[in-house]
């Protein structure tokens, strides 16, 4: 054969081989601006403060039973005050200029009267509202505040004579106001007592009382002649010191002495109290107050180089304390969870958007951006696990997270197989719902928690409680492609027989994985709950949960295989298995009952019922008779016209 006659053979293969090139490059350039954006927002930005606040932000600190950065105190603190976690705008603020959460802890400190006047403080409920006297909703200071706390207390403290789960909507909200009142008064004394002028002379102060008190109270008990002033001086500040003991809450003094990590922190009043003993303040509590004073003054300088002093002790001293403070704090300003929310609903929009422009290039991209934001959500529940040093879900939060994690993992799975881009939209479906059902879930306080007794396993935690929420995670993906099924068969034209057993077995396989993780993992937990509680089975609110979802998953496989239910059919089983999943993950913890109810909440009580109406909607609508479904009567013209797929090909 001639080279000429060999081009021209090869030619028209690479003129079809150019446009699928340029639109894998296409796709490749709107990852890359896409996933570059992503980046971006995680890259820590330079603070405006002339004061390190970020230095001190990676401060640890002992607050919730375990030791945190201070800009973790600052943005749980926040979060149980209002839920932007944020300090909001004054009229003439511009947003931009919203101090940090750090800042706003840093003011809360060391300059209690500046951040009284930050509006922190949600009041939403109408009835609160009223008894203030005000009309409008929203964020109010400290100050705001302040005339109305004899009421807040007194009708707070008939409320809290209702069991927690009996409350109303005020009752709630103004135990949840006081609380958070209270919180924001600890804080403010966790450093120094709220009143010092000037906390950094006032330990120079107390230093130089403590040697002459001491010996004053000495000859005082030896019947020896004293020096009254010196007695009267250290009694003072023995019983000022006492009284802040009263309000502690985060314990910021390490203690090189204690022996389990709770041991190895000290309230500031412990820490100066110690001191009478002693005789000498620790370096710790002399530090702080050199930061205290020179914010109080502006001196940025100074301030920087009294923190600058402390990091170098704290480094040459507690060493192993500072590497996850430290790694938690980087955690926090990348938001790795946020982060993949957003990227999450991205794909599924480009998804969308593929199925009527641009079909190969934008699918690609989803693709490519699903396993992106996939990656980063991975990122993040690992760095999660090595901070808090558990397995990964601990919570309700955590098991949110973990959910849309390995969902989205199903996914990748089921499009690396079928690549019809059902995986694509229902990863970033159930990623995005997961990942905002956690946002919501952050509220009520810190979200690495120390963990209650009776879950304190690790090995249980990593066998039984993740096998439960693998299963939930499948269970909910086959719901969501029974959904796909449903709405493709009723309001598309594009829904052959193709699809439907694609969607079918799809469904299929993904409720088998469901049925093994969840029978396993409910197994796993009579064997702990038999360790634990001395019983294999108490017919508790979430062992029977669980029970269901096992249930439920045979149901559906046997109605399969005896034929009872064919794709249609599995499809609305599946959807059901939606409402399964939904009580037993969060409906039994509702209920506030049992062995299990450590996990109480009925803040969703309202979005799950109308989630499970919608289902129970959805359902009704894969029930139609066929003659209503769009893709079944298309399918029919298109039999009549080339006598192609049987009627009985039809999916029931």
């Not at 009723?490 to 079918?504: I, M, R, Y």
């Amino acid at each position: 054969m001639s080279p000429r006659k060999h081009a021209a053979r090869l030619t028209p293969n690479a003129e079809r081989q150019t446009p699928n090139a340029k639109r894998t490059i296409i796709s490749w350039i709107i990852f890359i601006v896409l996933a570059g954006w992503a980046v971006s927002n995680m890259i820590s930005k330079k603070p405006s403060s002339t004061f390190d606040v970020t230095g001190f932000g990676k401060l640890p600190v002992l607050a919730g039973g375990r030791v945190m950065p201070m800009d973790t105190l600052a943005r749980v603190s926040l979060l149980q005050m209002n839920h932007h976690g944020v300090e909001e705008a004054a009229e003439n603020q511009k947003p931009a200029q919203k101090p940090s959460q750090t800042q706003w802890l840093l003011d809360v400190l060391m300059l209690p009267e500046h951040s009284d006047g930050a509006k922190v403080f949600e009041v939403t409920n109408p009835d609160i509202l009223d008894l203030f006297g005000w009309r409008k909703a929203g964020i109010y200071s400290f100050n705001d505040l302040q005339p109305f706390f004899a009421k807040i207390e007194e009708q707070a403290s008939q409320a809290a004579q209702t069991d927690a789960d009996a409350r109303n909507a005020f009752q709630r909200g103004i135990v949840r106001l006081r609380d958070v009142l209270r919180l924001y008064v600890q804080l403010k004394n966790t450093i120094e007592p709220q009143d010092s002028p000037d906390f950094g002379k006032e330990v120079q102060v107390f230093q130089q009382a403590i040697q002459p008190g001491l010996d004053a109270v000495r000859n005082r008990d030896a019947g020896k002649p004293y020096d009254d002033q010196a007695f009267q001086r250290i009694l003072l500040f023995t019983h000022r010191y006492q009284s802040l003991a009263q309000a502690k809450y985060a314990y910021a003094i390490p203690n090189p002495s204690g022996k389990t990590e709770n041991d190895r922190w000290s309230p500031f009043s412990e820490a100066l109290l110690g001191a009478i003993g002693t005789g000498q303040i620790p370096y710790p509590v002399t530090a702080y107050g050199q930061m205290v004073s020179a914010y109080r003054n502006g001196d940025a300088a100074g301030f920087n180089q009294a923190l600058n002093q402390y990091q170098q002790y704290l480094r040459k001293n507690f060493s192993p304390e500072l590497n996850r403070p430290t790694l938690e704090y980087y955690f926090n300003l990348a938001q790795p969870f946020y982060q993949s929310l957003v990227l999450y609903l991205v794909v599924f929009l480009l998804a969308l958007f593929s199925w009527l422009v641009w079909p190969k290039i934008l699918s690609q991209s989803a693709l490519l951006l699903l396993g992106f934001a996939f990656v980063i959500h991975t990122g993040g529940l690992i760095l999660r696990m090595y901070i808090q040093g558990r397995p990964p879900v601990t919570n309700l939060y955590s098991s949110a997270i973990f959910v849309g994690w390995a969902t989205v993992l199903f996914c990748l799975v089921l499009e690396r197989i079928y690549r019809n881009g059902i995986g694509s939209v229902c990863g970033a479906v159930i990623g995005f719902t997961t990942l905002l059902i956690a946002q919501n879930l952050q509220f009520d306080g810190d979200t690495m928690e120390m963990l209650r007794a009776v879950l304190d396993t690790n090995a249980w935690l990593a066998t039984h409680v993740v096998g439960e929420v693998l299963g939930y995670s499948a269970v909910f993906l086959a719901g969501l492609i029974g959904i796909i099924y449903i709405f493709r068969g009723v309001f598309t034209t594009s829904f052959d027989e193709n699809a439907s057993k694609t969607l079918g077995r799809m469904i299929y396989g993904v409720v088998c994985f469901a049925t093994l993780f969840s029978l396993v993992a409910t197994v796993l937990g009579g064997i702990w709950a038999d360790q634990s509680w001395g019983r294999f089975w108490g017919w508790d609110p979430k062992e029977n949960g669980a029970l269901l979802v096992v249930l439920w998953n045979a149901i559906i496989l046997h109605a399969r295989w005896g034929g009872f239910a064919r794709e249609r059919g599995v499809a609305v089983l599946a959807v059901f298995g939606n409402v399964i999943g939904s009580l037993s993950w969060f409906g039994v913890n509702m209920l506030g009952v049992g062995l299990h109810s450590y996990g109480f909440m009925d803040q969703a009580f309202g979005p799950l019922l109308a989630f499970v109406a919608s289902q129970l909607v959805i359902m009704a609508i894969g029930l139609l008779p066929l003659k209503y479904w769009r893709g079944i009567r298309a399918r029919g013209r298109h039999v009549a016209e080339t006598g192609g797929v049987p009627a009985h090909a039809m999916p029931q």
